[in-house]
């Protein structure tokens, strides 16, 4: 059987999506596909909020952070370190040879525009990195008061892994200045894992004019020598990119706020059924995310008890992430997931309980 995903990736797809990847083939240098990845890119620029270059990647979103490091690092990179996804920014730092300061944050805390600041006062740094939606806390930072405290930096990088809230959350890419802001189609998306996506600024992009050995496969500049044709350098996962057409079609017909929207309703719903049994939150109050809920598992049960037990209703949720396992429990409500699905979610969670 079955089981519906309530984890924070990947997550449910649904069948007209599925459907989409079936569609025929044609080759990657066809008419037929520079109109699909035109289509498709305007469509995420209406999402992003931006002018910006679109890059579509065949990768995770950890190939666009590799990406990012490779073009717009030269001197040294600020690393916003509050959970795994957010390190996992200074590891690819340092596994390019780049060199890393960390501002090390409490798990469960969202990153401080403060905090930033201090440091880029001091003029070392040509570029920061952040996890906007942390996974494995479920904390979402304030990316537009940190935004404030980068415009006082215009020389500095603002490098943003939106992976598990893009599409999720309203993400205003031009107004908040963001250079890099990538996420994957697996999360919010509701697509099947294997495509992500990147807005590119223009000061990204001379930025990597400047750097040597920016790679081969994600190199910028090739990128957008390409992205010019509306093509891509390699073949890229062209079902996936008729998935994403499609479901970008379905955002924008349910209206982008009113995705935002719901997202943030399937939060607050979570969040006060968790309240009303005796839970609490793991993240900090005031920066909880939109698409996943990090509970602080109060009643010591095993979660994995939970899971056998969901599994028998077809669905599945997320244990805590690393040394949060057990301790922690992870609800995503994210994507295509609907207002009754989480309600019905919770009935089952409540019936566990009972027992």
């Known amino acids: 059987m ?13 069948k007209s999506n599925l459907e989409a990847m079936a569609t025929p083939m044609i080759g990657h240098r066809f008419p037929e596909f520079v109109d699909l990845f035109k289509e498709t ?3 995420l620029q209406k999402l992003l909020y931006t002018n910006n270059i679109i890059f579509i990647s065949t990768s995770s979103s950890t190939g666009l952070m590799e990406a990012a490091m490779r073009n717009c690092v030269s001197k040294k990179v600020l690393s916003c370190i509050n959970g795994a996804f957010s390190q996992r920014w200074a590891d690819i730092a340092e596994a390019n040879g780049k060199v890393v300061d960390r501002i090390e944050i409490e798990w469960g805390k969202a990153v401080k525009p403060e905090m930033i600041d201090e440091k880029l006062r001091t003029g070392e740094y040509d570029a920061i990195s952040m996890a906007l939606n942390e996974t494995s806390t479920g904390v979402l930072s304030d990316i537009e008061r940190i935004a404030e405290v980068m415009k006082k930096y215009p020389d500095v990088m603002f490098l943003v892994d939106a992976v598990s809230c893009m599409s999720g959350t309203k993400i205003d890419v031009d107004k908040l200045g963001i250079d890099v802001c990538l996420a994957g189609v697996q999360k919010a998306f509701a697509l099947p894992p294997g495509l992500a996506v990147a807005s590119i600024s223009d000061k990204a992009m001379e930025k990597a004019k400047s750097i040597e050995n920016r790679g081969y496969y994600f190199d910028f500049l090739v990128m957008k020598k390409y992205y010019d044709k509306w093509q891509t350098p390699a073949t890229p996962s062209i079902s996936h990119i008729y998935a994403l057409n ?56 095993k979660v994995k008890d939970l899971n056998d037990f969901l599994a028998t209703k077809g669905a599945v949720i997320s244990n805590g992430y690393g040394t949060l396992k057990e301790k922690t429990f992870r609800i995503a409500h994210m994507g295509d997931t609907q207002m009754a699905d989480i309600e019905e979610l919770l009935s089952w969670i409540d019936e566990f309980l009972s027992k």
């Not at 089981?3 to 797809?13: A, D, Q, Y």
């Not at 399937?266 to 995310?289: I, L, P, Q, T």
Request: proline residues 4%; neutral net charge.
């Open 2 to 14: 079955h089981k519906k995903l309530f984890i924070p990736g990947p997550t449910e797809v649904r």
């Open 41 to 43: 890119v305007e469509k």
């Open 246 to 301: 499609h479901q970008m079609s379905d955002i924008i017909e349910e209206g982008i706020e009113n995705r935002f929207d719901r997202h943030s309703k399937m939060a607050e719903y979570v969040r006060k059924w968790g309240n009303d049994r005796g839970f609490n939150m793991f993240s900090e109050e005031g920066y909880h995310s939109p698409t996943v809920s990090c509970i602080n598992n109060t009643k010591g049960f």
